[in-house]
């Protein structure tokens, strides 16, 4: 068989399949408890960067203390989104995804057409072999490393949210996108310390601060039903010249 037809009809299944909530749920599910209680060789944790993460054992107990992972129903927007945006190229483009905490998202993304060996991901915690672990302020990768990459729900959880942005910035190609997202709110106090979870797209289009790139579409306050709380989303598109 010619193998762009089997490379498609090998594509069509994972797009029937890995964007279905219940069959993504239980490979993840099944994937979960095989490295967490029979092959932990790679459960590994980025110690050295509490320094610069809020409620670092918070983050940790959150993929470790269940042994029934809970489906992260709100990222499916962003990676919707990502799909859009990579059109018709999807195969083509490498992506960077950070803080998934478990592989749903990776295993979606492959459902929406993406090649396997592009979909990249990065958490402070990893069980997982498709989990690397590293620090969004200080990401292992060369500069222009990735088309895209997806922060979401991620930037709130760090003391020095300017030097994270920067990074992100730094390893994204030019004309790349970026997409961000967390919780909404309209306060802007997130810097003395009064709201953990303060977030809004003028907020992170300021901490973001270079004019020249391109706001492609922003949310705030958007209430959906996948979604417990109301979300902020900022798409952007690096100019580097």
Do not use: C
Not at 112 to 135: C, Q, R, T
Not at 148 to 155: A, D, F, G, M, Q
Not at 221 to 229: A, F
């Amino acid at each position: 068989m010619n193998s762009k037809i089997i490379i498609y009809l090998k594509n069509l299944f994972y797009r029937d399949l890995f964007t279905l909530p219940v069959f993504n749920f239980a490979i993840s599910q099944l994937r979960y408890t095989y490295f967490t209680r029979f092959n932990k060789k790679y459960i590994s944790e980025y110690s050295d960067a509490k320094k610069e993460i809020k409620l670092f054992d918070y983050s940790k107990n959150a993929v470790y203390s269940n042994r029934i992972i809970r489906p992260m129903k709100r990222t499916q927007l962003p990676l919707d989104l990502a799909r859009v945006l990579s059109w018709p190229h999807l195969n083509e483009k490498k992506l960077l995804i950070v803080g998934p905490r478990f592989e749903f998202d990776l295993l979606y993304l492959r459902g929406l057409g993406f090649n396997k060996k592009n979909i990249h991901s990065i958490d402070l915690f990893s069980y997982s072999p498709l989990i690397e672990v590293n620090d969004a302020h200080d990401i292992k990768a060369p500069d222009d490393s990735f088309d895209l990459i997806i922060l979401s729900w991620v930037l709130v959880y760090s003391f020095n949210q300017e030097k994270m942005l920067k990074e992100i910035r730094s390893k994204i190609s030019d004309k790349g996108k970026v997409i961000i997202t967390g919780d909404y709110s309209n306060i802007n106090n997130l810097d003395n310390g009064d709201n953990d979870y303060v977030l809004n797209s003028d907020y992170i289009w300021n901490k973001w601060n270079n004019a020249g790139d391109k706001i492609l579409t922003k949310l705030d306050g958007q209430n959906l039903d996948s979604v417990p709380s109301e979300i902020t989303l900022l798409a952007l598109e690096v100019h580097k010249s």
